[in-house]
């Protein structure tokens, strides 16, 4: 199996902001590679898919980056409305979709 | 408008069994995919499998074969979870999602609100 882990766990910081999560994957997985986020007590929400490409009305502050093993979330400038949860999830091997332990990002 | 609706919330017993519901509407439900992810209280999210509603192609993932049983009825659009012998661990919230083709990668784009599974004596 694939293991997915995030890093950090969790993470502290301030509207304004410049934030980079990172997922590593236990194999290469090339560019499959999604991102989500959620809020408390929500379902979770598609931000990214195929390691860099925006899903439609995701604020263009949201960018992913990378491909094979080492993979990044980075958000431009935190918004009140970014404080959330964030996972990211491999689609290489085939329908068995593992995610990463999650990145909880707070209000420092 | 897409979306998935799920069934309400349960309350069950150990050993009981549960059926979660997940209806689709606003696309054609027999040409997508539909997973079901795990989320334990407090924990991340948990691949559990998929089936495809038009050929019912089912995969699980390795911990739950045999724990749990999925199946559609294309007929009214809806896809099933069902867990037998339900023990305290079964707790959580279940959440199904669409698996859309993007670019020729897999995504979960359209998810359900969740249902919310306790289990306790």
């Known amino acids: 199996d694939i293991q997915m882990t995030q890093s950090p766990s969790s993470l502290s910081a301030s509207v304004g902001d410049r934030v980079t999560i990172t997922c590593r994957a236990s194999?290469?997985?090339?560019?499959?590679l999604n991102w989500y986020q959620q809020k408390p007590g929500k379902a979770p929400k598609l931000l990214v898919y195929?390691?860099?490409s925006l899903e439609s009305g995701v604020p263009s502050r949201f960018s992913g980056s990378g491909s094979g093993t080492d993979f990044t979330l980075t958000i431009s400038s935190l918004q009140p409305e970014d404080f959330a949860t964030y996972y990211c999830?491999?689609?290489?091997?085939?329908?068995?979709?593992?995610f990463g332990q999650g990145t909880k990002l707070e209000i420092k | 408008e897409v979306q998935l609706v799920q069934s309400g919330a349960e309350v069950k017993k150990p050993g009981e069994s549960l059926r979660i519901s997940c209806k689709g509407s606003?696309?054609?439900?027999?040409?997508?995919?539909i997973a079901w992810v795990r989320q334990m209280p407090g924990k991340g999210l948990e691949w559990m499998g998929l089936?495809?509603?038009?050929?019912?192609?089912?995969r699980y993932s390795p911990p739950f074969e045999g724990q749990v049983t999925i199946s559609a009825d294309k007929s009214i659009s809806t896809a099933y979870l069902q867990c037998s012998s339900l023990k305290a661990s079964d707790t959580g919230i279940y959440y199904c999602?669409?698996?859309?083709?993007?670019?020729?990668?897999?995504?979960?784009?359209?998810w359900g609100q969740g249902t919310t599974v306790t289990v306790s004596s």
């Open positions: 999602a669409r698996l859309q083709t993007m670019r020729g990668y897999y995504a979960m784009d359209v």
């Open positions: 606003g696309y054609s439900f027999t040409n997508y995919y």
């Open positions: 089936i495809h509603p038009g050929d019912s192609d089912i």
């Open positions: 194999q290469r997985i090339w560019m499959f």
């Open positions: 195929a390691a860099s």
């Open positions: 999830q491999q689609t290489y091997t085939t329908f068995l979709y593992t």
